[in-house]
Each structure stands twice: as C-alpha cells, then as structure tokens.
C-alpha cells in the first residue's frame, strides 16, 4: 500500500515545507512533489508527513464508504421537564471492504461552550465525558445499540445542565502494523434539548399577632405546576430581620422528603396535604416576635435509588408581633444605717412599690452596682456588686466577692417586696455612690421564666468627713554656692498626715527670678517620677544636655534632683510639686493631696561680660528695587575676652507695621557654628545673612519690595567659654528696632506713559500732515 501511495500523490509548493516535520514518506529530507488533492498545511505541520500522507493515501486508496445520519430530519427540538427521561439516536455504518472500526461521540453545544457527553471508542470502550462521570456510573447517562446501525443516548433523568444542541460525532478507524489510524470523521446534528423550569411558590401569611402564651399557627402554602413524583422537602426558618439571607437567621423545624419531622418539644410541623403545611410554636413569648420563613425544595427521584432537587422557593417574611403585658412597678432605695467614721456599719434597702401585676405569674430579682466618687470629670462606669437570676441564683462581682464570702458584704431578701445589702465594716474605699436595679420575671406556658423589665433606683451617696490630708515638702540646696558648669542638686523631703498608706509622685518645676523680665510669669516643667517610680522628661529641650537631669527616689519620703553642666540661663526659682495617692484595690491609686516646696534660687554670682545689642542701617529708607543693609552690633562691658572665648546666635526678626502691633517674623538666622537659616517668604527679595566681624552681622534685602517695609531688629544669644573650657550660655538680648521705608521711584512710574504720549501725537501729527488736515494740539489728541 505504501508504494501505492509513493506513485500517486506528489507535492510541489517548496513554501510550505518550511514547518514539515522530515520522515521516511519524504526521505529524511524536503523534496519538490505535487499533490492533487488539497493539503491541510496546519495539519501537516501538526502531525508530520508520515501521518498526513497515511491518511491522505488511505483516504485515496478507500472510497468515502462512512454514512452518519440522525433518526429524524430535521433534527427535532424536545421540551422536557427537569428530571423527566429523554433518548436521542443517530446511525452510522461503513461499506469499506477493510476492516475497520467506528468510534462515536455524543457532544452538547451550548452556547459557545461544548461538552463531550459519551464516548465510544474504536477499541469499544466507553468513555464519559468531564462532570457526566457519577451520572455514567449509576446507570443515568448510558449509550447503547440499536439494531445493526444505530446508536442511543439515554437520560433517565433530565437535569438543567442537559439543556442544548446534541450532535453526534463519528470517525473510522483502521489498524496498520498494530497501529491504528484514523481515516474519517463525520458530525450530524440530532436534536435540541429545551429543559422547562419547574414552577414553584411558597406563601405565608404576611402578618400576624399573637398573645403572649398563645400558640402560633403559622401556614406555608405551596403552587406548583408538577404533578409527577417529586417530593416536597419544607423549612420553616425564624430571624430577626426580614431577610433571611442575614447571619442570624435559625431553622425551627424541617419535613424532609421523606415526610420525616425534625423539630423541638415546644415547636410542631404538619401538613394537610400535599400543598398545605403547618407551623405550631406554643407558649409564645416576647422572645417569639421576629420574621418567619418557608423554604421549599422538590425533590425528583433518580437512578439507582438518588434524588435530585428540581426546584427551590423562598416565602416572603411573615412578621409576627407577639403582646404582652408589661409589669407596672416603682424600686426605691433608702438607707437605714449611714456609716459615720470609718468600720461602721452600711446598711440599704431596695424596696419595690406599687405593682400592678398578679404576685402569681410576676417575680422580683435585685442587682446592685457600685460608682466611686471622683474629684475629677473623668466618666466612671458602674461596678457590678452582685446580681440574682430569675431562678433566685444570686452570683457576686469581682468587687464583692471576696468579702462576700468573708462576710464583710451580705446581700438577702427579708420581705418579698425588699433586698438588702449590708456592709458590716465600711472602709474608705466603699465610699461612693450605690444604686439597685429590680428585674421583673413573667412566668411563661411551660413554666420558664423571661425577665420583662427592669427598674432602676436613684443612687445614695455613701460618704463621711475625713481629717483634712496634709502634705508638706522641704527643699534644701546641699552645696549652695558654685559656678557655672558644676552640678546643682536638691533635695525634696515630704512629710504626710492623715493620707492612708501614702506614694509620692514628684515634678520638679523652674521659674525666672525676680526681676527677670525675659521670660515673666512662666513656670517650666523638667523632669517627673510618678508614683510606681517612673522617670519621665517633661518640657526639657536642650538637646545638648539630653541626660543632664536626673531625679531619683532616695528614700520613701525623700528624692533628690541633680542638673549637671549648669549653664547661666539656668539661674532661675526650682521647687519640688509633690502629689500623694492613696491606694483604692488592686492596682488603682486615688490622689490624696499635692503640696509646692520652697524655691531654691540658681543664682551666679559672676563679674562677666555684659552684652549689648543694636542695629544700624545706612539705608533706613530706599526705592523698590534697592538693597537694604542692616547691621546687628554686639558690643561687650566688663570684663576683656578673647574673640575665641564669644559665640553668638544671631536671628534677625521683622514686624511689618507701622507699630510693633502684630506678630515678628523670623527672617534668617545664624548659629554660633556658622549655620544659616532663612526662612520662606512670599514675595521676591531675597535675604542674606553674614557676619561681617567679631561682633557685627549684616543682613542685606536683595531687590527690596514694597512688602519689605516695617521694623527690625536682632536677638543675639551669646556663648562664653568657662575655664574649664565648656560653653556657657548667656542670656538672650534683643536690639531696639529700626523702621526701614520702601518708597516707590516716581520718574520710572511716569516715564512709560509719557513715551507712550508722545509717541502717539507724533503719529497723529504726520498722519494729519499726509492727509492735509491741519494737527491738533497734543493736548487734544492726549485727554
């Protein structure tokens, strides 16, 4: 046969060869053949020559002997119900004189989408396709033969997914020196399958009122259009919400398909007949209003004993409000033993008055809460004493527990209508207010109890008179004379009366003093330890001396505070503030008292320098566009120092005003390190800022603007190197301002309209002379 085929086909287009697989059919190698029949290059570059040219050669060799048709022309449209039976059939038969062998497939178009549905391979093997595999091995999708020639598709159970156009797909195949080849295929449409949607619809009744104890009887009506063997399988859900979709939402009772009833004591589920089912919940209660559900599924019965479901509904919500009469009372509190001093005894009756309920379907529980009294505005939450369940269970709070069970707190109920609760040994810490809240508890059908309301009381302030808390601090300064740069230390003693069992937090604070009008009425704050000893840096800003302050707890009573590296803007007023706290329970701590100590004065007693500032400007007024140069002098009094020993922190400042009315404005800055700093401004000057001696600095305004107006002046920082060579820092001076005017240039503001003046006459002028008027005087032509 391959000679045959070597004789009878013959290829020629050499463009094509370029992705051809090379094999024995060709040589090993591309050469110039023809081939009369037309060539499906994609394939041929796919599978290789010696594929193609088999099939090609087989295909020349056999004649086209393989007849596939459907049962009916044309291919019917079947309309089925889901879960009803469907049979599709298609024949197929080849005369070849060889033998071979038929493979069929059953495909499902739906849409653009395509699923192999069944298989029969050449080699009589079935295959199913994806998703059909459990349906295959049940017995629901099955393929078999009809007669010689034909081939049917059976479903036992139409599903949704089985909706679509079924075409059924035949290939022969032939074997060749044990391999097999396929030779043909051919494809035939058989039929469009249409799946009918089930109808179903669930109805409740929208809304009802029920009395509180009464039954509830509830009815799902079910509509339907299928009258085969489908089961119903009912929900009845309850929530809180009308959507049931909500988290929430729980099953009360459920009729499964196989009429089975799955529900609590208290709730029954029946039906009347095969489209009417009932819901029952006895002994309704508050508890019982909300939203009702009725979900229902159809089932229909599969192969092999399965089911599957068909159809599924939802009712609407069936609000159902359940009324009751709620318990009409008073709760007042009063208190028959007010403790005087502390250890005395407490003693308050919660009493219930005018109810208006029968005594037998209502009872009365007590719950008591504590709220401690706080000087401060600072919102304190009530503290659970103890609370009594409507089974009488009384259970204890975290802050009576224990001295519950110690017998320091008793909590009873000597009449029906009165609860008690008595402190046997009043501490200060029980002192605040104390309120109790009454629960009423409505006895319901089944003999359970569900608390109905409850009642709050005014509270009653539980308080005596202490001994007035005195706290008293002492500073005292150990070495009370040194100089700039040694360490200054302080120590703080406190004493305390009538404070239980006292901590001290201390804040050591620095004032100006007298007489020091740089900084007047400003209180700073340096350093903290509270009262678990923890250190805490408060408005300490000098970056250089980070760890220059330390403050620590000598004794209990006594803390020292140390600065190291002083400096002469140092010198000020430090006191002690010293707050004592009183312990409550536990880890909470009430404040007691706070007390101030004497000042102790940082004070040196230096014959140094004293330095003056000033500034002078050559250019006190200028025209827009100018430069105005400002000078900031520093001169010094007392005694000689070296230019080496002096640094300065010079920063120029601007009010611009005609008064000193508003707020200075930072213009540029220099550091005694040479460091420049200028600052944003809105407009287009532009600053600079040098140090021109020793002791002079100048700042220059490029390009004066009309905005650049106003007063000036310097504040100079001065630094001194100590004799132990560190730098101490002076106090800060400031110059008297000097006001700088920016006027505007008259002649640059004229000169463009006169030219533009004269400009225009002339024109005019020759204009006229051109024309023969006679020209008219400028002033005409100008206004």
């Not at 709220?371 to 609370?387: C, G, P």
């Not at 539980?462 to 005195?470: G, I, N, P, R």
């Not at 650049?708 to 920082?717: A, L, P, Q, R």
Request: hydrophobic residues 35%; proline residues 5%.
């Amino acid at each position: 046969m391959r000679t045959q085929c070597r004789k009878s086909i013959e290829i020629t287009d050499e463009s094509k060869w370029e992705n051809v697989p090379t094999g024995p059919w060709n040589g090993g190698g591309r050469r110039k053949l023809s081939v009369v029949a037309a060539v499906d290059w994609p394939l041929l570059a796919r599978v290789g020559v010696d594929r193609l040219l088999t099939q090609l050669c087989l295909s020349a060799v056999l004649a086209d002997s393989l007849h596939v048709g459907p049962s009916a022309r044309p291919p019917p449209s079947l309309s089925l119900r889901e879960g009803e039976p469907f049979e599709l059939r298609c024949t197929a038969a080849s005369a070849s004189p060889l033998h071979t062998h038929l493979a069929l497939l059953w495909e499902l178009h739906r849409g653009p989408a395509r699923r192999n549905v069944l298989a029969l391979t050449h080699e009589g093997r079935f295959h199913p396709g994806l998703g059909y595999e459990q349906r295959y091995h049940s017995g629901d999708v099955r393929l078999d033969t009809v007669g010689s020639d034909a081939y049917r598709l059976s479903v036992s159970r139409a599903l949704s997914a089985d909706q679509g156009s079924y075409r059924c797909i035949v290939s022969e195949w032939i074997a060749e020196q044990g391999n097999w080849q396929e030779i043909q295929e051919k494809a035939v449409e058989v039929a469009t399958v249409v799946i009918q949607p089930t109808v179903l619809r669930a109805a409740v009744p929208k809304n009802v009122s029920v009395a509180e104890g009464k039954e509830l009887d509830l009815t799902c009506n079910i509509t339907t259009d299928r009258a085969d063997d489908v089961r119903p399988e009912v929900t009845w859900s309850f929530s809180r919400t009308p959507d049931s979709t909500l988290p929430g939402s729980r099953v009360l009772a459920r009729l499964d398909r196989d009429s089975l009833v799955h529900s609590s004591p208290h709730i029954a589920l029946s039906h009347v007949d095969a489209r009417s089912y009932h819901l029952l919940v006895r002994d309704v209660s508050k508890e019982n209003s909300g939203y009702y559900f009725c979900h229902v599924s159809l089932w229909a019965p599969g192969h092999n004993r399965s089911w599957h479901k068909v159809a599924e509904a939802v009712s609407s919500p069936a609000g159902v409000g359940v009324t009751w009469l709620e318990p009409d009372y008073q709760v007042y509190l009063n208190a028959s033993k007010v403790p005087g001093f502390a250890d005395d005894p407490t003693e308050l009756a919660c009493r219930v008055v005018d109810t208006k309920s029968g005594e037998a379907n209502v009872r009365f529980t007590v719950s008591w809460y504590y709220r401690m009294n706080r000087r401060s505005d600072d919102v304190v939450t009530s503290e659970l004493l103890a609370i009594m369940d409507g089974d009488w269970t009384l259970k204890y709070g975290e802050r009576s527990r224990q001295r519950a069970q110690d017998g320091d707190f008793i909590f009873s109920k000597e009449h029906t209508d009165t609860f008690n609760f008595r402190i046997q040994r009043t501490t200060e810490e029980d002192r605040g207010n104390y309120y109790c809240v009454v629960s009423a508890w409505t006895k319901q059908r089944n003999n359970s109890w569900v608390k109905s309301k409850d009642v709050f009381s005014k509270p009653i302030n539980v308080f005596w008179a202490l001994e007035d808390s005195v706290l008293v601090v002492k500073a005292r300064q150990p070495k009370p004379f040194f100089a700039a740069g040694n360490t200054f230390e302080m120590t703080c003693k406190v004493s305390s009366k009538n404070i239980k069992s006292p901590r001290y937090s201390v804040l050591i604070t620095a004032e100006k003093p007298v007489g020091d009008l740089s900084s007047p009425n400003e209180t700073k704050y340096i350093i903290s330890l509270d009262q678990d000893s923890v250190v805490k840096l408060e408005n300490w800003t000098d970056a250089s001396r980070v760890d220059g302050v330390v403050l620590e707890k000598v004794q209990e009573d006594e803390f020292r505070y140390r600065m190291y590296q002083t400096q002469v803007s140092d010198a000020g007023l430090y006191r002690c503030m010293v707050t004592a706290w009183s312990p409550v329970r536990g880890s909470l701590w009430r404040e007691a008292a706070t007390s101030l100590s004497n000042p102790i004065e940082i004070d040196f007693q230096t014959s140094g320098p004293i330095f003056n500032a000033s500034v002078h400007s050559d250019t006190p007024s200028v025209i827009r566009g100018d430069l105005i140069k400002l000078f900031c002098i520093i001169t010094v009094e007392g005694a000689a120092l070296d230019p080496d020993d002096m640094a300065f922190d010079v920063s120029w400042f601007a009010v611009h005003s005609f008064g000193l009315d508003k707020a200075p404005v930072l213009l540029s800055s220099l550091d005694r390190k040479g460091i420049v700093t200028t600052s944003r401004r809105d407009w287009k000057s532009d600053l600079s800022l040098e140090r021109v001696s020793v002791l002079e600095f100048l700042l220059q305004v490029h390009g004066s603007e009309d905005q650049d107006f106003g007063n000036y002046y310097c504040s100079v920082t001065p630094w001194v190197k100590s004799p132990t060579g560190s730098w101490q820092k002076e106090t800060e001076i400031h110059s008297k301002p000097v006001f700088i005017t920016v006027k505007m240039d008259v002649l640059n503001a004229f000169k463009y309209p006169l030219l533009i003046g004269v400009g225009l006459s002339t024109v005019i002028g020759l204009l006229s002379c051109l024309i023969g008027a006679p020209p008219r005087p400028l002033r005409q032509v100008l206004f």
